[in-house]
């Protein structure tokens, strides 16, 4: 089934006096076609206007378009708590991988192979030793304040509560005109104490070199939004959550100096609902370490929690 949205002006016009207008609104619809009353209603009760006296809805049209409250196919909250359902978050680490540009690719191979193993054990027992050669920063990974700050707390610092089980809410910017992803995306979403995640679509570039140029990015204003409303961490499906252009990277400085993790590299969250389900992205407990790569991945269902 496809997504549909519908695309609309409109002017609100309240009993007591005054207006208000809006073009090009966009909203998540059932079936193929809403009725103008039913678009007036959602207006006045995702606004929540009061003293409306007439609602008027121009240049309606629907388009098709990937839904920004729910992702289509996902469970809802409150879904069936006998099913909690595993979403996974993570690219899959293949020797040879470019995650990052300048970075080298990791290498996999066998420390010890099982035809090799067959010289040391019994007959008929042999076993794999596998072996990786990697930067930290490879497939989707988390930052700690260490990658940032010196005197930052690293991965073996990190508070599990942090990473394990945290509530989460997608903040979906999909299809948006500009790269910067500003604070106002963030204003509907109540981030205090959650797993913020940015949804921005950019994942389908991946393993191209599409995926390189012109990612979407968080401003220092949005970063500074999120530190002050207690985000717990914050995650983008994008090449970096700062403009690579801007060596200062203020996102990654604010969030860290703050102790908010940062989860890069992220993918699948078109899967998620826009709230409702526990987010992990927990990395191995590793002393003099800054960023490592995570398995991350959403619980949905109250089960989960």
Known sequence: MVDRRVCFDFEVVFSNGGGLQGQGFRLDIE?????????????????????????????K?????????????AEAPGGNAEAPRLVDLSHTIENGMI???????PLICDHLSRQQSREIYAEGTEFQIGRI??????????DMPFHR???????????????????????????????????QHFVPVECRGKAV?????????????????????????AARYLRDEGAALVGIDSLNIDD?????????????????????????????PASG?????????????????????????????
Request: charged share 25%; with cysteine.
């Open 277 to 305: 389900f526990r987010f992990s992205a927990v990395p191995p407990k590793i002393s003099g370490m800054g960023t490592f790569p995570v398995r991350a991945h959403a619980c949905l269902g109250f089960t989960c929690g």
């Open 99 to 105: 995650t990052y540009k300048g970075l080298p690719a």
């Open 149 to 183: 700050y010196a005197d930052g707390h690293d991965l073996a610092g990190l508070p599990l509560q942090r990473v394990s089980g945290v509530p989460g809410v997608v903040v979906r910017v999909e299809g948006a005109a500009e790269r910067a992803i500003d604070w």
């Open 197 to 221: 995640l940015v949804h921005t679509g950019w994942d389908r570039h991946w393993r191209t070199d599409r995926y390189f140029e012109g990612h979407p990015f968080l401003t220092e204003k």
């Open 133 to 142: 050669d990697m930067v930290a920063n490879t497939g989707t990974y988390i």
């Open 61 to 73: 049209r629907i388009i098709e378009e990937r839904h920004k409250r729910a992702a289509h196919g």
């Open 244 to 272: 690579t252009a801007d060596g200062a990277r203020p996102v990654h400085s604010i969030l860290l100096a703050a102790g908010i993790p940062i989860v890069e590299h992220l993918t699948g969250l078109g899967a998620l």
């Open 31 to 59: 079936g193929d076609d809403i009725e103008d009353d039913s678009l007036a209603a959602y207006i006045i009760r995702d606004l929540r206007l009061l003293m409306v006296g007439e609602v008027r809805i121009l240049n």
